[in-house]
C-alpha cells in the first residue's frame, strides 16, 4: 500500500476555503485517492474519491496533479460543523482494506 | 437500511473477563472490517473478511482477539482475557465489492479496569 503523507493539524475561520494536501509518492498505476471524514465520537464517513484531475462533489473538491503524487482535498466555505479529522487513503478502488494514517484534525474557528 | 450496528456502544469490563463485541454489517456488502482506535494509535486494522471467510488477521494485537462471521449478517470480535490496555473504541465496517465507500458503524467504547 502506497504510504500517505499529510499535515497533523490546520485551523480555519468560518466562511474560507480549506486546502488540506496529501503525499502519496508511490501510488501504483491502479491507486484511486480517498478521503473520509471522522467526527468525534463516531465512525469515519466516506467523502470523494478520484484518479485524475479534477473530482467534485456536493461536499468537497479533489484535485490530483498529472503526476499522481500528491492530493489535495477542498473543503468550500468551512463552518464549525466541519471540524473533524480528514484521511487521506489510497489503494485500489474498492477491494483493498482500508489503511487509515494519522490524518488531518481540522479546526474551524468562530 | 439501518446502516452498520454495533452492539454494545459502551462496555465497562473488569481485567480478565471476556469482552464479546458484535456487528451486523449492511446487507448485501461481502466485506467486513473491525477496526480500533486509540489516542495513542489511531485508527488500526484489525482483521477483514470477504464473504464470511476471514482474509487477514494480521493486525489483530495477539492472541487473546478472535473474530468470527458465522454469517452474511453477523460478525463478533472477542477479547479474552481482557486487559486495561485493551480500552479503546472499536469499530466496525462493511462495503460492497468494487464500491470505494466502506460504512462504519458507531462504534463500541470499551473500557477495562
Known amino acids: 500500500l502506497a504510504k500517505t503523507t499529510q499535515p497533523i493539524s490546520m485551523d480555519s475561520y468560518e466562511g474560507q476555503e480549506v486546502n488540506i494536501t496529501c503525499s502519496h509518492n508511490?501510488?501504483?498505476?491502479?491507486?484511486?485517492i480517498t478521503w473520509y471524514q471522522q467526527f468525534p465520537s463516531q465512525g469515519p464517513r466516506f467523502i470523494i474519491q478520484?484518479?485524475?484531475t479534477k473530482v467534485t462533489n456536493e461536499v468537497a473538491s479533489l484535485f490530483i496533479p498529472a503526476d499522481r503524487k500528491s492530493s489535495t482535498l477542498s473543503l468550500p466555505r468551512v463552518s464549525l460543523s466541519d471540524t473533524a479529522v480528514y484521511y487521506c487513503?489510497?489503494?485500489?478502488?474498492?477491494?483493498?482494506?482500508?489503511?487509515f494514517g494519522k490524518g488531518t484534525r481540522l479546526s474551524v474557528i468562530a | 437500511d439501518a446502516g452498520v450496528i454495533q452492539s454494545p456502544r459502551h462496555e465497562v469490563t473488569e481485567m480478565g473477563q471476556e469482552v464479546t463485541l458484535r456487528c451486523k454489517p449492511i446487507?448485501?456488502?461481502?466485506?467486513l472490517f473491525w477496526y480500533r482506535q486509540t489516542m495513542m494509535r489511531g485508527l488500526e486494522l484489525l482483521i477483514y473478511?470477504?464473504?464470511?471467510?476471514?482474509?487477514?488477521d494480521s493486525g489483530m494485537p495477539e492472541d487473546r482477539f478472535s473474530a468470527k462471521m458465522p454469517n452474511a449478517s453477523f460478525s463478533t470480535l472477542k477479547i479474552q482475557p481482557s486487559e486495561p490496555r485493551d480500552s479503546a473504541v472499536y469499530f466496525c465496517?462493511?462495503?460492497?465489492?468494487?464500491?470505494?465507500?466502506?460504512?462504519f458503524g458507531q462504534g463500541t467504547r470499551l473500557t477495562v479496569v
Open positions: 473478511f470477504n464473504n464470511n471467510v476471514p482474509i487477514d
Open positions: 478520484g484518479y485524475k
Open positions: 487513503l489510497v489503494g485500489d478502488k474498492g477491494n483493498t482494506p482500508l489503511v
Open positions: 508511490n501510488i501504483a498505476t491502479n491507486d484511486y
Open positions: 465496517a462493511s462495503r460492497k465489492t468494487g464500491n470505494p465507500e466502506a460504512f
Open positions: 446487507s448485501g456488502h461481502d466485506y
